[in-house]
């Protein structure tokens, strides 16, 4: 069965950096478009950022533009966030998804 194990998150100041990992078994990678999505404390979940299976196309959440970067390795199944110039509002869970699937999910809390 598919299995997405998230890790990276942690606790940063704004303006930090953060990468987060995904490792993804049980499913054909290498054809799948993956997904991050976020879940703020008390709020709903929201979509991040997306990428192809070829991962030579993404798309971003507006607020996350220019700070977040998705990618992933076909070999290893991996799905990858790298985060800069992180902000107070993005402390939320951060969840990798496939179809209807996801994670356990790892948490990003930004404060000073």
Do not use: H
Not at 16 to 38: D, I, K
Not at 44 to 51: D, H, P, R, S, T
Not at 85 to 101: I, R, W
Request: hydrophobic content about 35%.
């Amino acid at each position: 069965q598919v299995q997405l194990v998230e890790s990276g998150g942690g606790l940063v100041q704004p303006g930090g950096s953060l990468r987060l990992s995904c490792a993804a078994s049980g499913f054909a990678f290498g054809n799948a478009l993956l997904n991050w999505v976020r879940q703020a404390p008390g709020k709903g979940l929201e979509w991040v950022a997306a990428i192809n299976p070829g991962g030579d196309s993404t798309s971003y959440e507006d607020s996350v533009k220019g700070r977040f970067t998705i990618s992933r390795d076909n070999a290893k199944k991996m799905l990858y966030l790298q985060m800069e110039d992180l902000k107070l509002e993005d402390t939320a869970m951060y969840y990798c998804t496939v179809g209807g699937d996801r994670g356990q999910g790892t948490m990003v809390t930004v404060s000073s």
